[in-house]
């Protein structure tokens, strides 16, 4: 019972915030989480995320930052049911809402053809990486979590579907999935950037961090290429699509792509992008949870 009614109060939650329209929603969630945000256990949790990784910044600073994070986290959640309104980027096309650089490398991977790697974290509009792909006529796939509540999970993968080309839920056979979807020559795009019980140990924003290898796994199955994307927000309900050129990872001895390292450089520029736009990162989230070192596991199960 209580599975059903989070479900109907999630749809009930959908069709008003679509009713409201793609530049209501997202207003009105920010401006609540403002408030609200504040007011949460993980609110505390962002401060001192933000106190560790800009130890030189004073209060106000932090403040403010926490401030913007969650205007930023509300307005994802208001924008998730309009993003086949806000999403007016097409190939040639300058779009209304959004702008788009990535110097070519979309079109050089397609012409390329043959499987690619797209990691994004989040910051900005994390949904909207999702889109970059499809809407430019690349075969794609996502890998996404969700929530166990399958009236909720429903809800958002009928949002999620017909926009972002394949998904692959994260569950065990998840791996299986991804390495499919790369064999028939897809780009497969993946969130690295929360804790991973199961990872390996790199640094993030200056402090020790179990993170997700399974990107640079793959990249060293396929020794295919490796993007990273951003969407940022500007003003005005806009926003700004970034697509890097293909990384040039650290390979080991025997010129393949070394897992650790790979890990290491993609949460490297991640954490350059999130130095750049802090007040756009989700810092309610306890990424960094080691408790002692733990290299030499990792090392192992390259």
Known sequence: MGAWLAGWLVGLA?????????D??????????????????AHRIGRENLRAAFPDRDAAWVAATLSGAWDNLGRVAGEYVHLDRLWDLRPGQAGRRVEFADGGTLAALAARGGPVLAFAAHLGNWEMPGLIAPSFGIP?????????????????????RGLMGELIRGESRAGL?????????????????????????IAFLGRACWANPTLARLARRFDCPVIGARVIRLPGGRFRVEVTPPLDLPRDGEGRIDVIGATQAMNDLISAWVREHPEQYLWFHRRWRIAQPRMAWAARRR
């Open 14 to 22: 959908f069709r008003l915030l679509r009713w409201l329209g793609p």
């Open 24 to 41: 209501r929603a997202p207003a009105l969630c920010g401006a609540l989480m403002r408030r609200v945000g504040p007011l949460l256990p």
């Open 140 to 160: 794609s796939a996502m890998a996404y979590r969700m929530p166990n509540n399958r009236a909720v999970a429903a809800h958002i993968l009928n949002l999620r």
């Open 177 to 201: 999935a991804m390495r499919r979807a790369l064999g028939e020559g897809k780009l497969l795009g993946m969130l690295i950037d929360q804790h991973f019980s199961r990872g390996v140990e």
